[in-house]
């Protein structure tokens, strides 16, 4: 019998086949989500190191801004360079608030005559109602319900897709186009939440299991659940909003510097004119209190999300944000945030688990290097 909670998850398009694929379904964001198939995380993960992931993401927010200054509108709200994103480029952004934090992150492209905005599943409400809030009279606004999102992460990615649509192999990390893909129109970024070379296909929900079947039908993919993209993502060092990213967590203490565009910067062409510019641009002149850095436990014991980080007199100076077992490294690894003294590459410090203390050494982040495709 069916919980009153269950009744309400939403499935995306591909929720028949993932059924039919043995994969063990959860809530997420609202929606029934695999967070596993019957080959498990730990294969799922090498699998995508080594070959090639097909990751249902259609639960995330798929929009389209369409108007005459719709870059200059959208800059408004992002400390990012739109005006000048080149047509069919994609860009990382953040979503900020009047005290500095990060609302949310998001990917945008321009696909020239709108911009396409993917957000998160579970900030998807409340970015539509801030984008309805601020922009809804300089531009339209049109959430793309109709359609799915399939990932396809790994090495043998551009390889594979390429066979489906050869004018893929044109493009590099962060371009998008329009693409027949097995016969099906379809809006492809060179994008992924994985660390490794891979797209991101905006396809109509009708199509979307057709063209998954496809996918699958190559040697080289496996279908990928979340727990996998999880473990993913913490090894290639990217941040998971309500984890490492938070309402009171700004882009400068979570060391984003390199998202905020020089363009926006307070001796940018274009400086400020976002919520929270002041607070942000202060931070950048005169430094943060905290910083996110990467972790490494040193020994077998993973170091979870939640975590007290503590110096060598107990004092709790930081917190873990995110953090399990590196498959490909074969070891625990974390990210978190500590006092800017301890963030030094190299401090050695302790995670309190179970009352138990934990050795850490503050770790360069990546812990595996990224592999986009550049060209």
């Known amino acids: 019998m ?135 009279d300089q531009c339209e606004i049109d959430v793309l319900d109709d359609r799915a999102l399939l990932a396809l992460q790994g090495p043998l990615a551009g390889e594979v897709l390429a066979k489906f649509a050869p004018e893929s192999a044109e493009m590099i990390f962060m371009s998008a186009k329009t693409l027949l893909v097995n016969g099906i129109e379809c809006f492809v970024t060179r994008s992924g939440y994985t660390g490794e070379d891979g797209f991101e296909i905006s396809v109509a929900n009708r199509e979307a299991e057709g063209l998954a079947r496809a996918l699958l039908a190559d040697d080289a993919v496996e279908m990928i659940g979340l727990g996998a993209r999880d473990s993913l993502r913490l090894e290639a060092g990217l941040c998971l909003y309500g984890h490492d990213l938070e309402n009171d967590t700004s882009p400068v203490e979570a060391s984003l510097l390199w998202a905020l565009s020089k363009s926006r910067r307070a001796d940018g062409v274009r400086p400020g004119g ?57 070891c625990p690894v974390a990210m978190g945030y500590v006092q800017t003294e301890f963030a030094q590459v190299g401090t050695k410090l302790q995670a309190l688990v179970r009352n138990k203390k934990v050795p850490l050494e503050v770790v360069k982040l990546p812990f595996v290097k990224q592999n986009y495709y550049r060209g």
């Open 274 to 330: 976002y919520i929270g510019a002041e607070v942000i641009m202060a931070q950048m002149a005169n430094g943060v209190s905290r910083k996110r850095i990467g972790l490494k436990p040193l020994g077998k014991m993973p170091v979870r999300d939640g975590a007290e980080v503590v110096d060598d007199q107990d004092n709790i100076i930081g917190f873990v944000t995110s953090g399990g077992f590196s498959v490909t490294l074969n």
């Open 2 to 136: 069916q919980s009153s909670n269950q009744i309400t998850l939403k499935q995306t398009p591909l929720y028949s086949l993932h059924q039919e694929l043995g994969a063990k379904l959860v809530p997420f964001a609202g929606y029934l989500m695999p967070v596993q198939y019957p080959l498990g995380i730990k294969k799922e993960h090498l699998h995508t190191r080594q070959k090639a992931g097909l990751f249902d993401v259609s639960h995330m927010g798929q929009v389209r801004l369409t108007g005459k200054n719709v870059a200059t509108a959208l800059e408004a709200l992002v400390p990012v360079d739109i005006v000048d994103l080149p047509k069919m480029q994609q860009r990382y952004a953040l979503f900020t608030n009047e005290q500095g934090g990060v609302m949310d992150d998001l990917m945008v492209t321009n696909a020239g005559d709108y911009l396409f905005l993917v957000v998160n599943a579970a900030c998807k409400a409340q970015d539509i109602a801030h984008l309805q809030k601020h922009l809804a």
